[in-house]
Nanobody
Framework: QVQLVESGGGLVQTGGSLALSCAAT??????????MAWYRETPQKQREWVAS???????TYASAVKGRFTISRDNTKNTINLQMNSLKPEDTAIYLC???????????WGQGTQVTVSS
């Protein structure tokens, strides 16, 4: 079992920046956490993939955020971060962290953190 806790959300004006963090804790397990990712759930209740990072540090981004968001990872702390710059009102969403745990790549989700971008 993996527990994910996100933090860092808030209210920001258009063009501003926010940094999100997600801390993963493997409960009663020593299996490594592999790929981790950020998703977001819009006010219209659509869940969108935002960015992913592998254990080795390879990153991929959704086209809507590429060039503005940066995902990073610290394997020693089992944390990932999402630096969000040049924020737009359409970035308003609940941002959720997802992790895949070896060996079966079992999926876990965090509870989410709210990001609101005002125009």
């Amino acid at each position: 079992q993996v527990q994910l806790v996100e933090s860092g959300g808030g209210l920001v004006q258009t063009g501003g920046s926010l940094a999100l963090s997600c801390a993963a804790t493997a409960l009663g397990s020593t299996f490594e956490i592999q790929t981790m990712a950020w998703y977001r759930e819009t006010p219209q209740k659509q869940r969108e993939w935002v960015a992913s990072i592998t254990r080795g540090g390879l990153t991929t981004y959704a086209s809507a955020v590429k060039g503005r968001f940066t995902i990073s990872r610290d394997n020693t702390k089992n944390t990932i971060n999402l630096q969000m710059n040049s924020l737009k009102p359409e970035d308003t969403a609940i941002y959720l962290c997802k992790a895949y745990q070896a060996p079966m790549l079992t999926e876990y989700w965090g509870q989410g953190t709210q990001v609101t971008v005002s125009s």
